[in-house]
């Protein structure tokens, strides 16, 4: 019952923000000539293939060869299906994607050559079933500083029917607790960090 909840709180997490843990860094898309629309469960290559299922796309790389690499705008959709001359032909400037689960890319332009182009992609997965981690005696792919929030917000769902009715007044504490967790790892432990030194002084005369 545990891992259940637990399967769905991660998953809910994952579906809502970009989680570090579960992106996959380059999956690529090789481009066959004329072919407008992609399926990124059977058309990427089987090495770079999420082992998950595909959540949503975070950014998109022409590449040709081993050096020249474009960067794709991803537009939405309905852009995509507004453009009067889908099957254009030339090298491939954005990119769009099917959000009902359907795992679907979409180019444009289309290009003419079969083994010339590459689109890489950068994405994020889904999360495995933890049911089947722990049947496997595997790790969980689950970030280390996430651990607190997943057994917080599992131990919240649990008590709040499945196993047993806890008094509210404990409830509503875990769960401001569980938001205040998220929070916090959302608004450091989740995002990317540099080392480039501030370019202006803390207390730039400019500034004030």
Not at 35 to 63: C, E, H
Not at 119 to 138: D, G, H, N, T
Request: aromatic residues 10%; negative net charge; glycine residues 4%.
């Amino acid at each position: 019952m545990a891992l259940k909840w637990l399967d769905l709180n991660v998953k809910h997490l994952v579906a809502k923000e970009r989680i570090f843990w579960m992106v996959e860094e380059r999956v690529q898309v090789p481009l066959i000539a004329d072919k407008q629309q992609y399926d990124l469960s059977t058309d990427t290559t089987a090495a770079s293939r999420p082992a998950n299922g595909f959540a949503f796309p975070i950014d998109a790389v022409l590449a040709k060869g081993t050096s020249n690499r474009t960067p794709l705008d991803i537009v939405y959709k309905s852009t995509y299906d507004r453009l009067d001359r889908q099957d254009t032909a030339g090298a491939p400037e954005c990119v769009t994607f099917d959000r009902t689960g359907k795992g679907l890319m979409w180019i444009y332009p289309v290009p003419g050559e079969t083994g010339t182009y590459t689109i890489e992609l950068r994405v994020q997965q889904y999360s495995p079933r933890f049911q089947v981690c722990a049947q496997a005696e595997a790790d969980f792919p689950l970030g280390i500083a996430w651990e607190k929030w997943a057994i917080k917000a599992t131990a919240m769902e649990i008590g709040d029917g499945p196993v047993r009715q806890l008094p509210e007044d404990r409830l509503r504490r875990w769960r401001a607790e569980v938001i205040d967790l998220e929070d916090e790892l959302l608004a450091f432990e989740n995002l990317e960090h540099r080392n480039t030194p501030r370019r202006v002084a803390w207390r730039d005369p400019a500034l004030t």
